[in-house]
């Protein structure tokens, strides 16, 4: 499985971002698919991830309320909208996928596939 992620960019603190991720190589309807981010001197950190169906999402404390992860199997796509950001979401973001797993293991954090990261900047 291939993943480029893209739609990074400079923000303003309270302004909103999507992030994409195509996939290929794979049908990702079979994968569950999650976004991590990491920041400068930290280390990544878990944000959200959805099942291959799209029907079950789960997401970081931080980001509850905030973001929204969602797919497009047909379009080999997972989106992660982000509103309402902030400094503190300045990071690397990146799109992970895995083979999907039985509901009980979804909320594991272990990922096979990793795309390269698209940065997010947010200003205060």
């Known amino acids: 499985v291939q993943l480029q992620a893209s739609g990074g960019g400079l923000v303003q603190a309270g302004d909103s971002l999507r992030l994409s991720c195509a996939g290929s190589?794979?049908?990702?309807?079979?994968?569950?698919m999650g976004w991590f981010r990491q920041a400068a001197g930290k280390e990544r950190e878990f944000v959200a991830a959805i099942r291959g169906s799209g029907t079950t999402t789960i997401y970081a404390d931080s980001v509850k309320g905030r973001f929204t992860i969602s797919r497009r199997n047909a379009e080999n796509t997972v989106y992660l909208q982000m509103n309402s950001l902030k400094p503190e979401d300045t990071a690397v973001y990146y799109c992970?996928?895995?083979?999907?797993?039985?509901?009980?293991?979804?909320?594991?954090?272990?990922?096979?596939?990793w795309g390269k990261g698209t940065l997010v900047t947010v200003s205060s």
């Open positions: 190589g794979r049908t990702l309807s079979n994968y569950d």
């Open positions: 992970t996928a895995r083979p999907r797993r039985i509901l009980s293991e979804f909320a594991s954090r272990a990922y096979d596939y």
